[in-house]
Nanobody, 122 residues
Framework: QVQLVESGGGLVQAGGSLRLSCAASGRTASTYAMGWFRQAPGKEREFVAAISRNGGNTKYGDSVKGRFTISRDNGKNTVYLQMNSLKPEDTALYYC???????????????WGQGTQVTVSS
């Protein structure tokens, strides 16, 4: 089992950047593929990005391609989401997840964090 804690969210102006972190504890994070999802009020949870166990493969949702970058440091049991060129429509609660496959569906993930809020002002 693994516990996930997200951090790094906040309020930023459109065009700005933020870096989210997801710290894993318990079982070694390198055991899992990791993903980021987000959910805005009144909307369904949306896939953002995923990374394989060794970091060799990444996958992105269409709405963030070219702007967001997922990475991981297995030595620190941490996954990152670098978000650039932020838009108001990126405003959401961002969740970190751990699972067996670096995929874009939430059912591929077994463990979830509590989320960190990102708000982008226009």
């Amino acid at each position: 089992q693994v516990q996930l804690v997200e951090s790094g969210g906040g309020l930023v102006q459109a065009g700005g950047s933020l870096r989210l972190s997801c710290a894993a504890s318990g079982r070694t994070a390198s055991t899992y593929a990791m993903g980021w999802f987000r959910q805005a009020p009144g909307k369904e949870r949306e896939f953002v990005a995923a990374i394989s166990r060794n970091g060799g493969n990444t996958k992105y949702g269409d709405s963030v391609k070219g702007r967001f970058t997922i990475s991981r440091d297995n030595g620190k049991n941490t996954v990152y989401l670098q978000m650039n060129s932020l838009k108001p429509e990126d405003t959401a609660l961002y969740y970190c997840a751990a699972g067996g496959l670096a995929a874009g569906r939430s059912y591929n993930y077994d463990y979830w964090g509590q989320g960190t809020q990102v708000t982008v002002s226009s």
